[in-house]
Protein backbone atom coordinates (compact mmCIF):
# COMPACT_ATOMS: atom_id res chain seq x y z
CA UNK A 1 0.00 0.00 0.00
CA UNK A 2 1.69 3.31 -1.26
CA UNK A 3 1.97 6.18 1.65
CA UNK A 4 -0.49 9.07 0.54
CA UNK A 5 1.27 11.85 -0.70
CA UNK A 6 0.54 15.86 -0.49
CA UNK A 7 0.71 17.97 -2.95
CA UNK A 8 3.64 20.33 -2.99
CA UNK A 9 2.48 24.18 -3.42
CA UNK A 10 2.84 25.71 -6.48
CA UNK A 11 5.77 27.88 -7.50
CA UNK A 12 3.35 31.37 -6.72
CA UNK A 13 1.92 30.37 -3.62
CA UNK A 14 5.53 29.16 -2.34
CA UNK A 15 6.65 33.17 -3.20
CA UNK A 16 3.52 34.66 -1.79
CA UNK A 17 4.19 32.91 1.16
CA UNK A 18 8.02 33.12 1.35
CA UNK A 19 8.46 36.22 4.18
CA UNK A 20 5.84 34.06 6.38
CA UNK A 21 7.76 30.58 5.98
CA UNK A 22 11.05 32.48 6.34
CA UNK A 23 10.31 34.16 9.39
CA UNK A 24 8.92 30.98 11.10
CA UNK A 25 11.75 28.98 9.79
CA UNK A 26 13.84 31.45 12.00
CA UNK A 27 10.98 32.16 14.96
CA UNK A 28 9.49 29.10 15.53
CA UNK A 29 6.79 30.52 17.73
CA UNK A 30 5.04 33.63 17.80
CA UNK A 31 4.95 36.26 20.08
CA UNK A 32 4.14 34.12 23.70
CA UNK A 33 0.38 34.76 25.08
CA UNK A 34 0.33 32.21 27.79
CA UNK A 35 2.76 31.26 30.35
CA UNK A 36 3.67 27.97 27.99
CA UNK A 37 4.29 30.36 25.25
CA UNK A 38 6.52 32.29 26.96
CA UNK A 39 8.69 29.69 28.76
CA UNK A 40 8.87 27.76 24.61
CA UNK A 41 10.43 31.24 23.64
CA UNK A 42 13.15 30.74 26.01
CA UNK A 43 13.55 27.49 25.30
CA UNK A 44 14.06 27.52 21.60
CA UNK A 45 15.87 30.80 20.49
CA UNK A 46 19.52 30.59 20.80
CA UNK A 47 20.20 34.08 22.08
CA UNK A 48 17.18 33.70 24.67
CA UNK A 49 17.95 30.23 25.48
CA UNK A 50 21.36 31.55 27.52
CA UNK A 51 18.60 32.79 29.83
CA UNK A 52 17.03 30.45 32.42
CA UNK A 53 12.99 30.17 31.44
CA UNK A 54 12.66 31.82 34.77
CA UNK A 55 14.33 33.80 37.21
CA UNK A 56 13.96 35.35 41.03
CA UNK A 57 12.81 38.68 41.17
CA UNK A 58 15.36 39.83 42.92
CA UNK A 59 17.68 39.30 39.80
CA UNK A 60 15.15 42.24 38.32
CA UNK A 61 15.63 44.90 41.14
CA UNK A 62 18.06 47.36 39.29
CA UNK A 63 19.20 49.00 42.65
CA UNK A 64 20.57 45.24 43.35
CA UNK A 65 22.90 44.61 40.48
CA UNK A 66 22.61 48.25 38.99
CA UNK A 67 22.86 46.61 35.76
CA UNK A 68 26.90 46.99 36.05
CA UNK A 69 27.52 43.35 35.07
CA UNK A 70 25.41 43.94 31.73
CA UNK A 71 26.71 47.44 31.16
CA UNK A 72 30.06 45.97 31.43
CA UNK A 73 29.20 43.51 28.70
CA UNK A 74 27.39 45.69 26.30
CA UNK A 75 30.59 47.64 26.58
CA UNK A 76 32.64 44.72 25.37
CA UNK A 77 30.87 44.57 22.87
CA UNK A 78 31.00 48.19 21.32
CA UNK A 79 34.23 47.49 21.58
CA UNK A 80 34.69 44.15 19.14
CA UNK A 81 32.33 46.04 16.88
CA UNK A 82 34.10 49.56 16.70
CA UNK A 83 37.54 47.67 17.21
CA UNK A 84 36.80 45.61 14.12
CA UNK A 85 36.11 49.10 11.86
CA UNK A 86 38.96 50.37 13.24
CA UNK A 87 41.64 47.49 11.99
CA UNK A 88 40.13 48.06 8.31
CA UNK A 89 42.22 51.26 8.68
CA UNK A 90 45.01 50.49 11.10
CA UNK A 91 48.85 49.33 10.43
CA UNK A 92 50.76 48.22 13.15
CA UNK A 93 53.85 49.89 12.23
CA UNK A 94 55.82 52.78 13.90
CA UNK A 95 56.07 54.66 10.70
CA UNK A 96 52.56 54.07 9.59
CA UNK A 97 50.29 53.71 12.70
CA UNK A 98 50.46 57.55 13.84
CA UNK A 99 49.40 58.29 10.34
CA UNK A 100 46.46 56.06 10.10
CA UNK A 101 45.14 57.82 13.26
CA UNK A 102 45.13 61.27 11.71
CA UNK A 103 43.33 59.91 8.76
CA UNK A 104 40.62 58.43 10.60
CA UNK A 105 41.17 61.89 12.14
CA UNK A 106 40.69 64.07 8.80
CA UNK A 107 39.86 61.75 5.88
CA UNK A 108 37.90 58.35 6.63
CA UNK A 109 34.05 58.72 6.89
CA UNK A 110 33.19 58.65 11.18
CA UNK A 111 36.52 57.84 11.68
CA UNK A 112 37.27 59.72 14.40
CA UNK A 113 33.66 59.21 15.71
CA UNK A 114 34.46 55.33 15.58
CA UNK A 115 37.47 56.09 17.16
CA UNK A 116 36.05 58.16 19.80
CA UNK A 117 33.62 55.30 20.19
CA UNK A 118 36.66 52.94 20.70
CA UNK A 119 38.24 54.61 23.15
CA UNK A 120 35.41 55.82 25.52
CA UNK A 121 34.50 52.41 25.11
CA UNK A 122 37.54 51.19 26.60
CA UNK A 123 37.94 53.75 29.36
CA UNK A 124 33.70 52.95 30.33
CA UNK A 125 34.32 49.14 30.51
CA UNK A 126 37.54 49.06 32.98
CA UNK A 127 35.40 51.56 34.90
CA UNK A 128 32.64 49.45 34.77
CA UNK A 129 33.90 46.00 35.47
CA UNK A 130 35.70 47.37 38.53
CA UNK A 131 32.49 48.65 39.77
CA UNK A 132 30.55 45.83 38.81
CA UNK A 133 33.20 43.58 41.80
CA UNK A 134 32.74 46.39 43.66
CA UNK A 135 28.91 45.99 44.09
CA UNK A 136 29.56 41.91 44.17
CA UNK A 137 31.63 42.38 46.95
CA UNK A 138 29.32 44.93 49.26
CA UNK A 139 26.39 42.29 48.62
CA UNK A 140 28.38 39.39 49.77
CA UNK A 141 28.05 37.59 46.21
CA UNK A 142 31.18 35.87 46.22
CA UNK A 143 29.98 33.31 49.07
CA UNK A 144 29.29 29.94 48.74
CA UNK A 145 28.21 28.58 45.78
CA UNK A 146 29.59 31.47 43.67
CA UNK A 147 33.26 31.37 44.82
CA UNK A 148 34.62 30.07 41.52
CA UNK A 149 32.57 32.56 39.77
CA UNK A 150 34.13 35.56 41.59
CA UNK A 151 37.53 34.42 41.04
CA UNK A 152 36.89 33.78 37.28
CA UNK A 153 35.50 37.18 37.65
CA UNK A 154 38.98 38.44 39.05
CA UNK A 155 40.80 36.91 35.96
CA UNK A 156 38.21 39.15 33.82
CA UNK A 157 39.36 42.09 35.54
CA UNK A 158 42.95 41.64 35.13
CA UNK A 159 42.12 40.70 31.06
CA UNK A 160 40.11 43.87 30.91
CA UNK A 161 42.90 45.87 31.92
CA UNK A 162 45.53 44.52 29.96
CA UNK A 163 43.24 44.26 26.95
CA UNK A 164 42.73 48.32 27.77
CA UNK A 165 46.76 48.71 28.33
CA UNK A 166 47.49 47.08 24.83
CA UNK A 167 45.76 49.20 22.83
CA UNK A 168 46.81 52.24 24.61
CA UNK A 169 50.11 52.05 22.77
CA UNK A 170 48.42 51.37 19.40
CA UNK A 171 48.10 55.17 18.16
CA UNK A 172 51.61 55.82 18.46
CA UNK A 173 51.68 59.25 20.10
CA UNK A 174 53.59 60.65 22.74
CA UNK A 175 50.77 59.59 25.38
CA UNK A 176 50.76 55.92 24.31
CA UNK A 177 54.88 55.60 23.77
CA UNK A 178 55.64 56.81 27.21
CA UNK A 179 52.68 55.68 29.34
CA UNK A 180 53.55 51.91 27.80
CA UNK A 181 57.33 52.75 28.72
CA UNK A 182 56.20 53.92 32.04
CA UNK A 183 53.69 50.76 32.46
CA UNK A 184 56.08 48.21 31.45
CA UNK A 185 58.68 49.67 33.51
CA UNK A 186 56.90 48.73 36.65
CA UNK A 187 56.34 45.05 35.58
CA UNK A 188 60.52 45.24 34.97
CA UNK A 189 60.62 45.44 38.84
CA UNK A 190 59.39 42.21 39.79
CA UNK A 191 62.17 40.14 41.18
CA UNK A 192 63.87 37.60 39.84
CA UNK A 193 61.84 37.26 36.51
CA UNK A 194 61.27 41.35 36.18
CA UNK A 195 63.54 41.46 33.14
CA UNK A 196 62.02 38.42 31.68
CA UNK A 197 58.88 39.70 31.67
CA UNK A 198 59.10 43.13 30.40
CA UNK A 199 60.96 41.72 27.54
CA UNK A 200 58.58 39.08 27.04
CA UNK A 201 55.91 41.94 26.69
CA UNK A 202 58.42 44.41 24.38
CA UNK A 203 60.01 42.01 22.17
CA UNK A 204 62.68 43.98 23.19
CA UNK A 205 64.50 45.83 25.94
CA UNK A 206 62.66 48.81 24.84
CA UNK A 207 59.18 49.97 23.11
CA UNK A 208 59.64 49.82 19.38
CA UNK A 209 58.07 48.18 16.46
CA UNK A 210 58.58 44.21 18.42
CA UNK A 211 56.79 45.69 21.17
CA UNK A 212 53.86 47.68 18.36
CA UNK A 213 53.21 44.12 17.00
CA UNK A 214 53.23 42.13 19.91
CA UNK A 215 50.39 45.01 21.46
CA UNK A 216 48.37 44.51 18.44
CA UNK A 217 48.51 40.84 17.69
CA UNK A 218 47.40 40.52 21.95
CA UNK A 219 44.76 43.53 21.49
CA UNK A 220 43.09 42.06 18.63
CA UNK A 221 42.84 38.50 18.74
CA UNK A 222 44.58 36.86 21.83
CA UNK A 223 42.93 39.01 24.84
CA UNK A 224 39.37 39.36 22.96
CA UNK A 225 39.20 35.74 22.47
CA UNK A 226 40.19 34.66 25.97
CA UNK A 227 38.24 37.71 27.24
CA UNK A 228 35.27 36.05 25.07
CA UNK A 229 35.43 32.38 25.93
CA UNK A 230 35.90 33.40 30.04
CA UNK A 231 32.53 35.38 29.90
CA UNK A 232 31.04 32.99 28.39
CA UNK A 233 32.23 30.87 31.26
CA UNK A 234 31.15 33.62 33.65
CA UNK A 235 27.34 33.39 32.71
CA UNK A 236 27.08 29.48 32.80
CA UNK A 237 28.21 29.58 35.75
CA UNK A 238 25.56 32.30 37.36
CA UNK A 239 23.28 29.74 35.95
CA UNK A 240 24.76 27.04 37.65
CA UNK A 241 25.10 28.53 41.05
CA UNK A 242 21.01 29.38 40.87
CA UNK A 243 21.10 32.54 39.00
CA UNK A 244 21.78 35.78 41.01
CA UNK A 245 22.49 35.72 44.56
CA UNK A 246 19.61 36.71 46.87
CA UNK A 247 18.64 37.06 50.39
CA UNK A 248 18.55 33.77 51.76
CA UNK A 249 14.84 34.77 53.41
CA UNK A 250 12.11 34.83 51.16
CA UNK A 251 11.08 37.39 48.42
CA UNK A 252 12.33 40.97 47.63
CA UNK A 253 10.04 43.49 48.82
CA UNK A 254 10.17 45.92 46.42
CA UNK A 255 9.99 44.33 42.87
CA UNK A 256 9.59 45.87 39.31
CA UNK A 257 6.44 45.86 37.18
CA UNK A 258 6.61 42.24 36.05
CA UNK A 259 3.98 40.46 33.98
CA UNK A 260 1.90 38.18 36.68
CA UNK A 261 1.31 34.36 35.78
CA UNK A 262 -1.98 34.07 34.81
CA UNK A 263 -3.17 31.09 36.67
CA UNK A 264 -6.65 31.25 36.18
CA UNK A 265 -8.68 28.32 38.42
CA UNK A 266 -9.14 25.03 38.00
CA UNK A 267 -6.75 25.30 35.67
CA UNK A 268 -4.05 22.29 36.17
CA UNK A 269 -0.45 23.03 35.98
CA UNK A 270 2.81 21.01 35.62
CA UNK A 271 6.07 21.96 37.04
CA UNK A 272 8.43 22.01 34.67
CA UNK A 273 12.38 20.62 35.34
CA UNK A 274 13.89 23.60 36.35
CA UNK A 275 11.73 26.29 36.78
CA UNK A 276 9.49 24.79 39.44
CA UNK A 277 10.88 24.23 43.17
CA UNK A 278 9.54 20.33 44.59
CA UNK A 279 9.34 17.33 42.66
CA UNK A 280 8.66 17.86 38.97
CA UNK A 281 5.29 17.39 37.20
CA UNK A 282 3.89 18.30 40.44
CA UNK A 283 0.61 19.21 39.72
CA UNK A 284 -0.24 23.02 41.40
CA UNK A 285 3.36 23.56 41.70
CA UNK A 286 3.21 27.50 41.00
CA UNK A 287 6.62 29.16 42.08
CA UNK A 288 5.82 32.37 43.65
CA UNK A 289 8.58 34.49 43.72
CA UNK A 290 9.97 34.10 40.37
CA UNK A 291 8.96 35.49 36.54
CA UNK A 292 9.48 34.82 33.19
CA UNK A 293 12.56 35.99 31.43
CA UNK A 294 10.79 36.72 28.63
CA UNK A 295 9.53 39.38 29.04
CA UNK A 296 10.44 40.85 32.26
CA UNK A 297 14.50 39.97 31.65
CA UNK A 298 14.90 40.49 28.08
CA UNK A 299 12.95 44.28 28.53
CA UNK A 300 15.65 44.98 31.44
CA UNK A 301 18.77 44.23 29.41
CA UNK A 302 17.27 45.33 26.01
CA UNK A 303 16.70 48.86 28.62
CA UNK A 304 20.68 48.32 30.02
CA UNK A 305 22.14 47.98 26.07
CA UNK A 306 19.62 51.10 24.75
CA UNK A 307 21.01 53.01 28.30
CA UNK A 308 25.02 51.76 27.37
CA UNK A 309 25.03 52.37 23.50
CA UNK A 310 23.28 56.07 23.96
CA UNK A 311 25.65 57.26 26.25
CA UNK A 312 28.79 56.03 24.13
CA UNK A 313 27.24 58.05 21.14
CA UNK A 314 26.74 61.43 22.86
CA UNK A 315 30.09 61.11 24.93
CA UNK A 316 32.01 60.29 21.75
CA UNK A 317 30.25 63.64 19.78
CA UNK A 318 31.01 65.49 22.38
CA UNK A 319 34.59 64.72 23.43
CA UNK A 320 37.43 63.55 21.42
CA UNK A 321 39.72 60.86 22.01
CA UNK A 322 43.35 62.26 22.76
CA UNK A 323 45.59 62.22 20.26
CA UNK A 324 49.45 64.00 21.13
CA UNK A 325 52.21 64.66 18.60
CA UNK A 326 53.92 61.70 17.04
CA UNK A 327 56.29 59.48 19.31
CA UNK A 328 59.50 61.44 19.80
CA UNK A 329 62.09 59.00 22.10
CA UNK A 330 64.27 61.88 22.71
CA UNK A 331 61.83 63.79 24.20
CA UNK A 332 60.00 62.18 27.17
CA UNK A 333 56.98 64.51 28.21
CA UNK A 334 57.85 65.56 31.89
CA UNK A 335 55.75 63.68 34.05
CA UNK A 336 55.56 60.60 31.81
CA UNK A 337 52.12 58.62 33.35
CA UNK A 338 50.66 55.89 33.08
CA UNK A 339 46.92 54.91 31.71
CA UNK A 340 44.76 56.33 34.43
CA UNK A 341 43.81 53.28 35.91
CA UNK A 342 47.37 52.37 36.76
CA UNK A 343 48.51 55.45 38.09
CA UNK A 344 47.36 54.71 41.67
CA UNK A 345 50.53 51.97 41.07
CA UNK A 346 52.56 54.93 39.39
CA UNK A 347 52.00 57.01 42.57
CA UNK A 348 52.76 53.77 45.21
CA UNK A 349 56.28 52.94 42.94
CA UNK A 350 57.11 56.68 43.46
CA UNK A 351 57.28 56.01 47.14
CA UNK A 352 59.22 51.98 46.83
CA UNK A 353 59.56 50.83 43.15
CA UNK A 354 59.25 46.80 44.29
CA UNK A 355 56.31 47.54 47.42
CA UNK A 356 54.56 50.04 45.14
CA UNK A 357 54.78 47.95 41.77
CA UNK A 358 54.96 44.49 42.86
CA UNK A 359 54.30 44.07 46.41
CA UNK A 360 51.49 45.66 46.75
CA UNK A 361 49.45 44.92 44.10
CA UNK A 362 50.90 40.90 44.16
CA UNK A 363 49.38 41.06 47.97
CA UNK A 364 45.97 42.65 47.00
CA UNK A 365 45.07 40.84 43.61
CA UNK A 366 45.96 37.27 46.11
CA UNK A 367 43.30 38.69 48.79
CA UNK A 368 41.29 38.93 45.72
CA UNK A 369 41.70 35.59 44.57
CA UNK A 370 41.42 34.38 47.90
CA UNK A 371 38.55 36.28 49.68
CA UNK A 372 35.84 34.17 49.05
CA UNK A 373 37.73 30.77 50.18
CA UNK A 374 38.90 33.46 53.61
CA UNK A 375 34.99 34.79 54.00
CA UNK A 376 33.63 31.16 54.65
CA UNK A 377 30.67 33.30 56.61
CA UNK A 378 27.17 32.33 55.10
CA UNK A 379 25.17 35.49 56.43
CA UNK A 380 25.01 38.73 54.37
CA UNK A 381 24.02 37.21 51.36
CA UNK A 382 22.34 39.19 48.57
CA UNK A 383 21.62 42.54 50.57
CA UNK A 384 24.15 45.68 49.91
CA UNK A 385 25.96 46.71 53.25
CA UNK A 386 24.63 44.03 55.26
CA UNK A 387 25.36 45.01 58.73
CA UNK A 388 26.66 40.96 59.43
CA UNK A 389 29.25 42.34 56.60
CA UNK A 390 30.66 45.39 58.50
CA UNK A 391 34.27 44.19 58.92
CA UNK A 392 34.68 42.65 55.38
CA UNK A 393 32.70 45.57 54.15
CA UNK A 394 34.69 48.49 55.77
CA UNK A 395 38.38 46.46 54.92
CA UNK A 396 37.07 46.56 51.40
CA UNK A 397 36.18 49.69 50.65
CA UNK A 398 39.38 51.26 52.81
CA UNK A 399 41.71 49.15 50.12
CA UNK A 400 39.17 50.75 46.93
CA UNK A 401 39.32 54.15 48.90
CA UNK A 402 43.32 54.19 49.00
CA UNK A 403 43.25 53.20 45.68
CA UNK A 404 41.20 55.92 44.14
CA UNK A 405 42.87 58.17 46.44
CA UNK A 406 46.49 57.37 45.34
CA UNK A 407 44.51 57.45 41.43
CA UNK A 408 43.55 60.98 41.79
CA UNK A 409 46.64 62.11 43.00
CA UNK A 410 48.69 60.53 40.45
CA UNK A 411 45.83 61.97 38.01
CA UNK A 412 45.51 65.82 39.44
CA UNK A 413 48.42 66.45 41.61
CA UNK A 414 51.60 65.53 40.40
CA UNK A 415 53.58 67.84 38.07
CA UNK A 416 57.60 67.67 36.45
CA UNK A 417 59.59 65.15 37.74
CA UNK A 418 56.89 63.44 40.03
CA UNK A 419 56.93 66.33 42.17
CA UNK A 420 52.96 67.94 44.22
CA UNK A 421 51.37 70.41 42.18
CA UNK A 422 48.04 72.10 42.87
CA UNK A 423 45.74 71.75 39.97
CA UNK A 424 43.76 74.74 40.69
C1 LIG B 1 34.30 41.47 31.56
C2 LIG B 1 33.95 41.54 32.80
C3 LIG B 1 32.65 41.08 33.39
C4 LIG B 1 31.43 40.91 32.81
C5 LIG B 1 31.03 41.17 31.36
C6 LIG B 1 30.53 40.41 33.83
C7 LIG B 1 29.18 40.18 33.66
C8 LIG B 1 28.31 39.81 34.67
C9 LIG B 1 26.88 39.84 34.58
C10 LIG B 1 26.06 40.31 33.37
C11 LIG B 1 26.40 39.38 35.75
C12 LIG B 1 24.91 39.28 36.11
C13 LIG B 1 24.56 40.27 37.20
C14 LIG B 1 25.05 41.67 37.15
O1 LIG B 1 24.90 42.34 36.11
O2 LIG B 1 25.58 42.14 38.18
C15 LIG B 1 27.53 39.01 36.58
C16 LIG B 1 27.45 38.42 37.83
C17 LIG B 1 28.55 38.12 38.62
N1 LIG B 1 29.84 38.54 38.41
FE1 LIG B 1 30.51 39.40 36.74
N2 LIG B 1 31.22 40.24 35.01
C18 LIG B 1 32.52 40.67 34.79
C19 LIG B 1 33.52 40.75 35.73
C20 LIG B 1 33.41 40.33 37.04
C21 LIG B 1 34.35 40.59 38.09
C22 LIG B 1 35.59 41.45 37.93
C23 LIG B 1 33.90 39.93 39.21
C24 LIG B 1 34.53 39.84 40.59
C25 LIG B 1 35.79 39.86 40.83
C26 LIG B 1 32.67 39.27 38.86
C27 LIG B 1 31.94 38.44 39.67
C28 LIG B 1 30.62 38.11 39.46
C29 LIG B 1 29.81 37.31 40.35
C30 LIG B 1 30.28 36.57 41.63
C31 LIG B 1 28.51 37.31 39.82
C32 LIG B 1 27.26 36.66 40.44
C33 LIG B 1 26.68 37.78 41.27
C34 LIG B 1 25.43 37.42 42.00
O3 LIG B 1 25.06 36.25 42.01
O4 LIG B 1 24.82 38.35 42.57
N3 LIG B 1 32.37 39.56 37.54
N4 LIG B 1 28.68 39.30 35.90
Given at each position: ?13 A???L????W?S???N????S?L???Q????N???H ?13 V????L????L ?5 L ?12 P ?6 D????L ?6 G ?24 V??T ?5 P ?10 L ?34 P???S ?31 L ?21 D ?13 I ?11 F ?6 K ?9 Y ?5 L ?6 F?L ?10 L ?26 LQ??V??S ?11 F ?7 PY ?5 K ?5 FA??R?L ?7 L??L ?6 V?T???G????F???F
Amino acid sequence: MSAPTTKPPGLWTAVRELPSNVWSSVFRNPLPSSDLERAQTSFTNFFLHLHPVKVHRNTLRPVYTLGLGLISLFLFLILVVTGILLMFYYVPSTTQAYDRMLDLRGTVAFGIFLRNMHRWSAHGMVAMVFLHMCRVFLTGAYKKPREFNWVLGVVLLLVTLFLSFTGYLLPWDQLAFWAITVGTSIAGYAPLVGSQIKFLLLGDTTVGQEALLRFYVLHVAVLPAVLSLLVAIHFWRIRKDGGLSRPEDGPAKAGPTVVKMRIEPKTRTFGLQGFVRGPFTKLGNVPDDSVYSWPNLLMAELFVFVLTVSIILVVSLLFNAPLEQPVNVMHPPNPAKAPWYFLGLQEMVSYSAFWGGIGVPTVFVLLLFLTPYIDRDPKGVGRWFARERLLANTLFLTLVALNVIFIIVGTFFRGPNWTFVSPF
